[in-house]
């Protein structure tokens, strides 16, 4: 059981370029999140969803998309990397369960720097 | 708005001795809480959750007490160790089939050997 996996894990990227950032879990979980960590700013939500098929805007989400591919997969893209975008990226999921609490798995993250 | 606050950026404390992270929400309507783990280069790690209906729960080490009326809860380490330094993030969310969980800024902690 891998758990919750996330490619590539550093990234160095141009502003302007492009990126998609992979995300994967074998848990089954309904849910998926991307979140972003940046200095003194703990974990930010940019995008989720809440089960296949569906994806909502979080906290921060201006300047990413994202693709919820499969029950397992949840991809986050970046059109036109800007340095404001340095950080790094967290995938994250969940089992939804109206009896249960949902706590989130992460994966190692992404380090990302656009220069 | 930040709904979820953890006011203290570091604690340092020595080994053996207990740690206490504090954690304070606005939205009463919050029903449960968790704690997470987080080391450098990794991603965060869940280490132990509190439901409203409760005011303590207890795992091994680590015990978080939940104070509603004051909307704060706090995670116990008793004894630290050097391995528990890390950044510890409290989380607040509801149950049911609300997804998102809302996270502090995180509190640094260092075990002194």
């Known amino acids: 059981n891998a758990g919750v996996t996330q490619t590539p894990k550093f990234q160095v990227l141009k502003t302007g370029q492009s990126m998609t950032l992979q995300c994967a879990q074998d848990m089954n979980h309904n849910s998926m999140y991307w979140y972003r960590q940046d200095p003194g700013m703990g974990l930010r939500l940019i995008y989720y969803?809440?089960?296949?098929?569906?994806?909502d805007k979080g906290e921060v989400p201006n300047g990413y998309n994202v693709s919820r591919l499969n029950k397992r997969e949840f991809s986050l893209r970046l059109e036109s990397a800007a340095p404001s975008q340095t950080s790094v990226y967290f995938c994250a999921s969940s089992r939804v369960d109206t009896s249960s609490y949902n706590e989130q798995f992460f994966g190692p993250g992404t380090r990302l720097t656009v220069l | 708005d930040q709904q979820v606050k953890q006011n203290s950026p570091s604690l340092s404390v020595q080994e053996g001795r207990i740690s206490i992270l504090n954690c304070d929400y606005t939205n009463s309507m919050f029903d449960y809480f968790l704690w997470y783990k987080k080391y450098p280069a990794e991603g965060p790690t869940f280490l132990i959750s509190i439901s409203s209906i409760k005011d303590k729960n207890e795992d091994g080490r680590f015990t978080v007490f939940l104070n509603k009326s004051a909307k704060h809860l706090s995670l116990h380490i008793v004894p630290s160790q050097p391995g528990d330094s890390a950044v510890y993030f409290c989380?607040?969310?509801?149950?049911?089939?609300?997804?998102?969980?809302?996270f502090g800024k995180g509190t640094l902690l260092t075990v002194n050997p």
């Open positions: 969803s809440a089960s296949e098929g569906t994806t």
């Open positions: 989380a607040a969310g509801f149950g049911g089939s609300n997804y998102k969980l809302t």
